[in-house]
Protein backbone atom coordinates (compact mmCIF):
# COMPACT_ATOMS: atom_id res chain seq x y z
CA UNK A 1 0.00 0.00 0.00
CA UNK A 2 1.25 3.52 -0.77
CA UNK A 3 2.01 6.37 1.49
CA UNK A 4 -1.24 8.02 -0.24
CA UNK A 5 -2.92 5.09 0.45
CA UNK A 6 -1.88 4.51 4.24
CA UNK A 7 -0.80 8.47 5.39
CA UNK A 8 1.37 8.60 8.47
CA UNK A 9 -0.38 9.49 11.50
CA UNK A 10 0.56 12.86 13.12
CA UNK A 11 0.56 13.23 16.79
CA UNK A 12 1.55 15.93 19.08
CA UNK A 13 3.64 14.01 21.92
CA UNK A 14 4.62 16.01 25.67
CA UNK A 15 6.11 14.91 28.79
CA UNK A 16 4.93 15.93 31.93
CA UNK A 17 6.72 15.96 35.40
CA UNK A 18 3.52 15.98 37.37
CA UNK A 19 0.31 14.01 37.20
CA UNK A 20 -1.51 16.99 37.87
CA UNK A 21 -0.19 19.27 35.16
CA UNK A 22 -0.66 15.85 32.57
CA UNK A 23 -4.35 15.60 34.27
CA UNK A 24 -5.11 19.27 33.56
CA UNK A 25 -4.12 19.12 30.60
CA UNK A 26 -6.26 16.05 29.30
CA UNK A 27 -9.12 18.26 31.30
CA UNK A 28 -8.50 21.37 28.81
CA UNK A 29 -7.93 19.06 25.63
CA UNK A 30 -11.49 16.94 26.30
CA UNK A 31 -13.13 20.45 27.26
CA UNK A 32 -11.77 21.27 23.65
CA UNK A 33 -13.40 18.92 21.53
CA UNK A 34 -10.49 16.29 21.86
CA UNK A 35 -11.64 12.64 22.02
CA UNK A 36 -10.65 10.06 24.85
CA UNK A 37 -9.62 7.92 22.18
CA UNK A 38 -7.06 10.45 20.48
CA UNK A 39 -5.31 10.62 24.12
CA UNK A 40 -2.58 7.75 24.39
CA UNK A 41 0.01 6.53 27.21
CA UNK A 42 2.75 5.02 27.54
CA UNK A 43 2.26 1.39 28.22
CA UNK A 44 3.73 -0.37 31.26
CA UNK A 45 7.92 -0.61 31.23
CA UNK A 46 7.40 -4.46 31.17
CA UNK A 47 5.14 -4.03 27.90
CA UNK A 48 7.47 -1.44 26.50
CA UNK A 49 10.22 -3.86 27.54
CA UNK A 50 9.07 -6.68 25.93
CA UNK A 51 7.36 -4.70 22.60
CA UNK A 52 11.26 -3.10 22.02
CA UNK A 53 13.47 -5.59 23.35
CA UNK A 54 15.08 -3.37 25.69
CA UNK A 55 14.58 -1.22 28.85
CA UNK A 56 14.71 2.09 28.13
CA UNK A 57 16.57 4.79 30.92
CA UNK A 58 14.25 8.02 29.96
CA UNK A 59 10.89 7.99 28.44
CA UNK A 60 12.18 11.02 26.15
CA UNK A 61 14.59 8.18 24.10
CA UNK A 62 10.98 6.50 23.37
CA UNK A 63 8.52 9.43 22.32
CA UNK A 64 9.02 9.35 19.20
CA UNK A 65 9.91 5.73 18.30
CA UNK A 66 6.87 4.28 16.60
CA UNK A 67 7.11 0.95 18.15
CA UNK A 68 6.57 2.00 21.97
CA UNK A 69 3.73 0.34 22.55
CA UNK A 70 0.87 2.39 24.49
CA UNK A 71 -2.11 2.03 26.51
CA UNK A 72 -5.23 4.39 26.36
CA UNK A 73 -6.29 7.36 28.20
CA UNK A 74 -8.36 5.71 31.27
CA UNK A 75 -9.62 8.67 33.51
CA UNK A 76 -9.14 8.98 37.31
CA UNK A 77 -13.09 8.36 37.80
CA UNK A 78 -13.02 5.29 35.44
CA UNK A 79 -10.56 4.26 38.19
CA UNK A 80 -12.66 4.99 40.96
CA UNK A 81 -15.68 3.32 39.60
CA UNK A 82 -13.62 0.07 38.99
CA UNK A 83 -12.79 0.42 42.31
CA UNK A 84 -15.98 0.53 43.37
CA UNK A 85 -17.19 -2.06 41.37
CA UNK A 86 -15.05 -4.61 43.29
CA UNK A 87 -16.21 -3.40 46.43
CA UNK A 88 -20.03 -3.72 45.40
CA UNK A 89 -19.83 -6.84 43.59
CA UNK A 90 -18.14 -9.09 46.50
CA UNK A 91 -20.69 -7.48 49.11
CA UNK A 92 -23.20 -8.60 46.79
CA UNK A 93 -22.12 -12.08 45.76
CA UNK A 94 -21.10 -12.74 49.23
CA UNK A 95 -24.22 -11.45 50.83
CA UNK A 96 -26.43 -13.91 48.12
CA UNK A 97 -24.22 -16.66 48.63
CA UNK A 98 -24.05 -16.95 52.68
CA UNK A 99 -28.16 -15.84 52.52
CA UNK A 100 -28.71 -18.33 49.76
CA UNK A 101 -26.86 -21.18 51.69
CA UNK A 102 -29.19 -20.29 54.92
CA UNK A 103 -32.43 -20.57 53.32
CA UNK A 104 -31.70 -23.74 51.29
CA UNK A 105 -30.06 -25.32 54.66
CA UNK A 106 -34.20 -24.56 55.76
CA UNK A 107 -32.50 -22.15 58.40
CA UNK A 108 -34.91 -18.79 59.19
CA UNK A 109 -34.94 -15.87 57.66
CA UNK A 110 -33.35 -13.53 60.30
CA UNK A 111 -30.78 -16.07 59.89
CA UNK A 112 -30.26 -15.78 56.32
CA UNK A 113 -30.41 -12.08 56.97
CA UNK A 114 -26.98 -12.40 59.47
CA UNK A 115 -25.42 -14.83 57.42
CA UNK A 116 -25.87 -11.87 54.17
CA UNK A 117 -24.30 -9.10 56.44
CA UNK A 118 -21.71 -11.23 57.77
CA UNK A 119 -21.14 -12.33 54.14
CA UNK A 120 -21.18 -9.14 52.36
CA UNK A 121 -19.04 -7.27 54.78
CA UNK A 122 -16.21 -10.12 54.38
CA UNK A 123 -17.05 -9.58 50.45
CA UNK A 124 -16.96 -6.04 50.72
CA UNK A 125 -13.52 -5.94 52.75
CA UNK A 126 -11.92 -8.16 50.24
CA UNK A 127 -13.26 -5.66 47.42
CA UNK A 128 -12.01 -3.09 49.33
CA UNK A 129 -8.02 -4.34 49.26
CA UNK A 130 -8.62 -5.34 45.25
CA UNK A 131 -9.78 -1.81 44.80
CA UNK A 132 -6.38 -0.46 46.61
CA UNK A 133 -4.05 -3.06 44.84
CA UNK A 134 -5.69 -1.39 41.81
CA UNK A 135 -5.34 2.17 42.64
CA UNK A 136 -1.54 1.24 44.45
CA UNK A 137 -0.93 -0.45 40.43
CA UNK A 138 -2.01 2.78 38.37
CA UNK A 139 0.44 5.23 41.34
CA UNK A 140 3.25 2.58 40.92
CA UNK A 141 3.08 2.88 36.85
CA UNK A 142 2.65 6.71 37.14
CA UNK A 143 5.78 7.49 39.64
CA UNK A 144 7.99 4.67 37.18
CA UNK A 145 7.55 6.68 34.64
CA UNK A 146 8.10 10.11 36.97
CA UNK A 147 11.76 8.59 37.61
CA UNK A 148 12.21 8.14 34.45
CA UNK A 149 11.56 11.49 33.23
CA UNK A 150 8.48 12.16 33.13
CA UNK A 151 4.76 10.96 32.09
CA UNK A 152 4.27 10.90 28.08
CA UNK A 153 1.14 11.76 26.58
CA UNK A 154 0.48 11.84 22.76
CA UNK A 155 -2.11 12.97 20.96
CA UNK A 156 -3.90 12.36 17.88
CA UNK A 157 -3.76 15.55 15.70
CA UNK A 158 -6.45 15.08 12.69
CA UNK A 159 -5.91 18.22 11.51
CA UNK A 160 -4.08 21.27 11.21
CA UNK A 161 -6.16 23.07 13.64
CA UNK A 162 -6.00 19.92 16.44
CA UNK A 163 -1.91 20.27 16.09
CA UNK A 164 -1.73 23.90 16.98
CA UNK A 165 -4.48 23.28 19.75
CA UNK A 166 -3.40 20.53 21.01
CA UNK A 167 0.76 21.74 21.14
CA UNK A 168 -1.09 25.20 22.97
CA UNK A 169 -2.58 23.01 25.31
CA UNK A 170 0.03 20.70 26.11
CA UNK A 171 2.50 23.64 26.58
CA UNK A 172 0.56 25.88 28.98
CA UNK A 173 -0.26 23.08 31.21
CA UNK A 174 3.88 22.45 31.68
CA UNK A 175 4.30 20.13 28.85
CA UNK A 176 7.82 19.83 28.02
CA UNK A 177 9.52 18.66 25.10
CA UNK A 178 6.20 19.38 23.14
CA UNK A 179 6.44 18.55 19.40
CA UNK A 180 5.11 17.11 16.75
CA UNK A 181 6.02 14.12 14.82
CA UNK A 182 4.32 11.40 12.31
CA UNK A 183 4.30 7.63 12.64
CA UNK A 184 3.39 4.81 10.57
CA UNK A 185 -0.39 3.19 10.53
CA UNK A 186 0.13 -0.09 12.03
CA UNK A 187 -0.19 -2.87 9.87
Same mark, same amino acid.
Given at each position: ?9 R??V &?? +? ?18 ? @????? +? ?6 ? /?????? *?? @?? %? ?24 ? $? ?15 ? %? %? ?16 ? $?????? &???? &? ?8 ? !??? /? ?12 ? @? ?5 ? @? ?6 ? !????N???? /???? *??
Amino acid at each position: MSAEQNPPIREVV &GI +FHTWADLQAAIDELLSAGFD @RAELS +FLASANTV /EEKLGH *AY @RK %VSDIADDPKTPRSAYVSTEAIGDAQG $GLIGGLVYVGALVAAGA %V %VVSDGSLAAAFAAAAVSG $GAGGYI &GSLL &GRVLGHHHAN !HLQ /EQIDKGGLLLWVHA @RDADHEA @RSIAILRT !HCGGNVHLH /ERAL *AA
